[in-house]
């Protein structure tokens, strides 16, 4: 079963607006990370957040983590069609020890120009 | 500049027929990976390694097996390919607890 569960599952939204997608996890996580898949192509990581820290930016994305809802959040802020992609969260749970991550089912973002 | 490279990108297999998908990179990473992705479904874990020589069972392994001969390369074999293997399967690698650098994927169909 999947460790990560994206809310929603799809999202279609104006250029300039901004996007916000969650995550949902079942156990204990040494990090939470959020990748970007372009359609027919691989995933490209964009930002990883550890279990001790609760918000972390890097350009316009914004990823907040509460370990005790065990749920994360990525914010994109003033959209471009560029962005339209699938997002996954994927968790490296502490039970793994660091060795694999669990990915979600995604959640497809649509930009329309 | 390569990072993850898989070859082939596309391949058609009839059920039964057996293939080798490979996977290098150039990053000296000492962990690799084996998903694949069906629709709905996300990525599942086939197989993973935690360095040469070393092989693990992930999430779906059955009907698949792999090798890490070499650091930098890993291979996917189908022994027996079923149309339930038909889908897009990603390598990846990491040096972890970092971020996967992911490969292009390899589509595969068995009829």
């Known amino acids: 079963s999947q460790q990560g569960e994206e809310d929603p599952q799809a999202l279609s939204i104006q250029e300039g607006e901004n996007a916000t997608m969650n995550c949902s996890y079942k156990t204990s996580i040494n990090n939470l990370q959020w990748y970007r898949q372009n359609s027919g192509r691989g995933l490209v990581h964009l930002i990883l957040i550890r279990s001790n820290e609760r918000e972390k930016h890097s350009g316009r994305l914004r990823v907040t983590l509460d370990t005790s809802k065990k749920s994360s959040s990525l914010l994109i802020t003033a959209s471009r069609a560029a962005d339209t992609a699938s997002y996954f969260c994927a968790t490296d749970a502490k039970e793994t020890s660091g060795s694999r991550l669990t990915f979600g089912e995604g959640t497809q973002l649509t930009v329309n120009p | 500049n390569a990072g993850v490279t898989q070859t082939p990108k596309f391949r058609v297999l009839k059920t039964g027929q057996s293939m080798t998908l490979l996977c290098a990179q150039d990053m000296n990473h000492e962990y690799m990976y084996w998903y694949r992705q069906d629709p709905g479904m996300g990525l599942r874990l086939i197989h993973y390694s935690v360095g040469e020589g070393t092989t693990a069972k992930g999430e779906v392994p059955d009907g698949y097996n792999v090798s890490r001969l070499k650091k930098q390369n890993f291979l996917l074999g189908l022994e027996s390919a079923a149309p339930s293997q038909t889908s897009v399967y990603f390598c990846?690698?990491?040096?972890?607890?970092?971020?996967?650098?992911f490969g292009s994927g390899t589509r595969l169909t068995v009829v």
């Open positions: 990846a690698s990491s040096d972890a607890p970092y971020g996967y650098t």
